[in-house]
Every structure is written in C-alpha cells, then in structure tokens.
C-alpha cells in the first residue's frame, strides 16, 4: 500500500483495507498484549493505516483469495482478480458488512502470558549469628542458651555454676547449632536429598550413610552431617577452618570438611570463601606484564667503543691493609665491554682521577649515563663551568653530555 501510495501521482483522499481473516482483524483492531511476533506486526499495521479503514471480506468475495490459494490459467483469465469484484463498484452502504463471527480461541492464543514477578525472601537468622563472625563462638553461645534451659528445669542447689563450658555442654550446642541450620533449609528438601543420597536420622541429625560404616572411627567420620551451602553459619566454619590450618587450598579444605561433614556443593563453596581471603589473593596474585620499552638511539647505534659509557660504584670492599675501596665499573652502552678501576673515596675528587684514567686508555666518550651520586653530579658541575667553545677549537674534543637516570629508578 505504502509502494503504491508513493508511486502514484494523485492524492489519495480516502483508503480502505480488507482482509478475509477474522483472527488478524481481531488482533488489529483490539489493544491488548499478543505475543512477540503478532505484536511487532500489529505495531507497524497501526503505525501504518487507521483502524477504523480495516473491513472483513468473506473469502467468496475476497479477489485477492484466488491466486493466494492457486488456480489453473483458465481461471486466472475468467476470474475478476484483474479489475476488482463487481462489489466494490458499489455505494459503500452495500458493501460487505462488517459485522463477522471471531473464533476467540484463535484470538487469545496469541494473547502474551500474565507477567511474572519474582519475590525474593531473606531467611529469618537468629539474633546471635549476626554479632559473632567465627563459628566456635556461635557453637559456645548455643551452649551457654543450653545450660540456661538446662538450669529453668532444676532446682537451686542442683543447678550447674561453672564459669566454663564441659565438652558435653559444647558438644550439644553444636548439636543443636546443626540442627537448626538443617530445619531451616534442609527440612523441605528431604525428600528431594533421599533420591540422590543414602539418607539416615541420627541424635537429631540428617546424615549420610557412606562405605565405612565398619571402619572404627567416630560416628561423624562413618554418617557425616548432611549441611547446606549458602548457610552463613556454614561460611564461617569453613573460613574459619581456612584460618586455623595456615590459609590451605581448596582440596585440603574439603578433606578435612568431609571427616566430619558433608556440604552440598561443597567445591563451590570452600572456593568462593577462598577466593575471598584477601591474604590469599596477596599472595596469589600475578606481577604486571609491562611491555619493555624501546632503547634509546644511544644504545643501539653502532660506533666506537665506549662511546657511550654507563658508570657506577660498587662497595666498599675492605684490602688487606683494612682500608676501605670502591670499584669503578664503566660499562659500554653499545658493546660488552667493561673497564674496571679502584678508588679509595666516594669524593668528586677521586672519581675525576679514575675519570681521567679512563679517558686516557679508551679516548674521549660523547657521553656518561649514571645515577645521581654526588660524585657524578659533582663531576657534572665542574664541566659545566669549562669553556667548552675554546676547548673544542684547540683540542679538537665536544662537551661530555651527562645523563642522569630519574631519582629512586632502579
């Protein structure tokens, strides 16, 4: 329609559209959600025409309906595709009616799906496990909540007064810590667990039946406790296991885990909670790849030997006299080689003399690259203060040119 439109030459006052599919009329003209593919159609129809011009054709009238759905040449020629059904003519009053029976079952299969939301709820935590991060102090807590029940049911004389927990006593709170966890988020999946694991109640707790049940052991090692893995509880035993056997890897965590207790996807778990050690981290952390950078053009262009020298001292060494020396190492930037030489002080003075021995066997450099010693910033300066114009016209030598690498460089 929009091609035709375009490339006609006259104005197009008034437009209709006919379709002989109630559905698709339906899902034009009705403003509800369809699906993804109706409704990116349905969008650029309406963006496109009117509602108002979209009519119902029957497909016995429907001129389009005969070549959509094939026909012999014959009936091509005979049949009125080729100016219009003798209908459209006609006033618009005697047109087809628009009034048309809509199957509703086609209409609302492409209706889009109710919107879902998802809800999240937070676990209800006791009021203790937030205010101790380690899983021992959890466990001594739940004791001393014990003892207190304990103490409600007896008498005054016969009530425990230690200023310490028994081993029993840590023992049952442990116990009931255990427990705890496993109703809070073991409970509704037992059944679940049962199809996957060898599942058996023992003092309270949900455990796994293994192999080794004739291995004399302890219980825990033989039916280990069935404990689930997004638990906080469960976090801090686990961190504090990492802790108390000096930072361990991954494999070693679960060995030890696994003597007492079985943890739902426990590889996943011990590794986040290793991954979060920042001492851990520290010290599996890589060194920065730095691209080397390209030498400088002092360096690699050919040339006399020591043209260009790098220079420093080493020491002090202690002679026989003990006395103290330096070594002098001039080493050539271009080429391997090196010259070494003595001093007996750091001072500018010495260094000049061991400059001017250098000069003596190996000739004049263009330059010296060192760091900033006071000897070497000190033999700087006083060449500085030379006249080095009047010295090149008579000696035929230019002025040395000192590099000085950046303060603290290695």
Known sequence: MNMIKRSLDFYVKKEFHWTDSTT??????????????????????RESTKIVNWRHVPGVLNPADLPSR???????????????????????D?????????????????????????????????????????????????????RFYTNLKKTRHQRCKDVRLS????????????????????????????KKLSIVNKDGLLCVKTKLLNKEDSDHFRWPVIL????????????????SYGHPGVQFLLSKLRERFWILGGRRTVKSIVRKCIRCRRYDSKP?????????????????????????LAGPVI??????????LYTCAVYRCVHFDVVQSLSTKAFLRSLERFINMYGWPQGFISDNG????????LMNIVDWKELSSKLDIQKMKWTFNPPSAP
């Open 288 to 312: 920065a790849n730095v691209e080397p950078a390209a030498l400088p053009s002092s360096r690699v262009t050919p040339g006399e030997v020591f043209q260009t020298t790098g220079v420093d």
């Open 228 to 243: 689930p893995s997004d638990h906080p509880i469960v976090e801090m035993m686990v961190r504090d296991l990492h802790l």
């Open 167 to 194: 081993q029993q006593e840590i023992d049952n709170g442990e116990n009931q810590l255990l427990q705890l966890i496993q109703k809070e988020s073991l409970v509704p999946e037992e059944k679940e667990l049962s």
């Open 374 to 381: 006071t000897n070497f910033v000190g033999a700087d300066s």
């Open 319 to 328: 002679l026989r006299d003990q006395t103290k020396a330096w070594i002098v």
């Open 70 to 92: 094939g026909c012999s040449p014959r009936q091509l020629l005979e049949s009125q595709w080729w100016e219009g059904k003798d209908w459209l003519k006609l006033r618009e």
């Open 24 to 45: 698709a009329l339906a899902w034009i003209q009705r403003s509800e959600e369809w699906g993804t593919f109706v409704s990116n159609r349905v969008k650029e129809i």
């Open 94 to 146: 005697d047109w087809p009616s628009a009034q048309n029976e809509v199957n509703e079952e086609e209409v609302r299969i492409e209706l889009k799906g109710p919107k879902r939301c998802s809800l999240q709820v937070n676990r209800e935590q006791w009021s203790f496990v937030s205010k101790f991060s380690k899983y021992f102090s959890n466990v001594k807590v739940m004791g001393w909540v014990l």
